[in-house]
């Protein structure tokens, strides 16, 4: 399949033909949100499973349940991803939780109107760049990525799925009605996952004991996540994601990009980095 074969642009950004429909997006852009739905926002690669983890957990006051029966893409549904039209979300009781990779300014019209909370995961873009590198090379609904140099050129100039990584973040960043949105990174989960669960408690205003927090910490670690089948993909048929080649849960770190990325292409990605973001005031916790 050609490059062009394996996209849609949508919008001007792309997206893998294989899972979005024009009638998924459409679904997408009529989708009526509530004020209690539970938002959480991504750019591919940054954190997201990890956050249907840890949201449904929180929610459920510390009950495995539905992190165990359910796989995380039901339980926490991409709304643009085509096969959502088939959950039933209309029927779902509130608070629904619900995941979207979109930027802020591609969301549908009613949720500018209702002004659901989100959770915002952002994560290096280097660090994103190695992860989507890899899941590249095992999703056989996206384009292979080539040799590594290539790829760093398409993903500096947003030529893959879900588009520019700075295009993504900065409209995130830069929403209106920001009370309703809590801006968390990968590495804070990493550095400190207690406090980052008390902290989206919080925003979620559900009140927690301290031992749960913490039994919910432990169960969202990498090491354990990663026996979830409900949350690993290993239900998911490899021709669809080889995990032979590349596992979905990975490495699970902080700074992989230093064992992927030459010091050439580092520096390279810094200065695009620099010039890209040079206008944003947000104290990211890499920089
Ligand atoms: S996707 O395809 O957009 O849904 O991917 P996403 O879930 O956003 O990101 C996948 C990366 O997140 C890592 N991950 C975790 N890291 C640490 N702890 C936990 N519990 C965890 N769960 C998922 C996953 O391993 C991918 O990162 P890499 O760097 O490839 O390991």
Known sequence: MTEAEFYTVYKGVYLPSRIYSPRGLKYFEEFSFRSDDIIIATYPKSGTTWMQEIVPLIMSGGDPAPVETLPNWQRVPWLEV?????????????PRMLA????????????YET????????RNPKDV???SFHFYGMASFLVNPG????????????KVMFGSWF??????????????IMYISYEELIMDLKDSVARIAQFLEKRLDAEVMEKIAERCLFKNMKL???????????EFMDQTKSEFLRKGDVGD???????????????????????VKYKFVWD
């Not at 085509?82 to 509130?94: V, Y």
């Not at 140099?149 to 500096?156: A, D, I, P, Q």
């Not at 230093?258 to 520096?267: F, P, R, S």
């Open 82 to 94: 085509d096969q959502c039209r088939t959950f039933k979300l209309e029927q779902r009781p509130s």
């Open 100 to 111: 979207t990779h979109f930027y802020y300014n591609l969301m549908p019209p009613s949720f």
């Open 115 to 122: 002004k659901p909370k989100v959770i915002n995961v952002m």
């Open 129 to 131: 760049f190695t992860s």
């Open 147 to 158: 040799p590594q140099s290539e790829f760093l050129h398409k993903f500096l100039d947003g």
């Open 167 to 180: 295009d993504h973040v900065k409209s995130w960043l830069n929403a209106e009605d920001k009370e309703h």
């Open 228 to 238: 979830n089948r409900m949350s690993n993909y290993s239900t998911t048929p490899r």
């Open 257 to 279: 990009w230093k064992n992927q990325l030459t010091v050439a292409e580092a520096e390279h990605f810094d200065a695009a980095y620099k010039d890209k973001m040079k206008d």
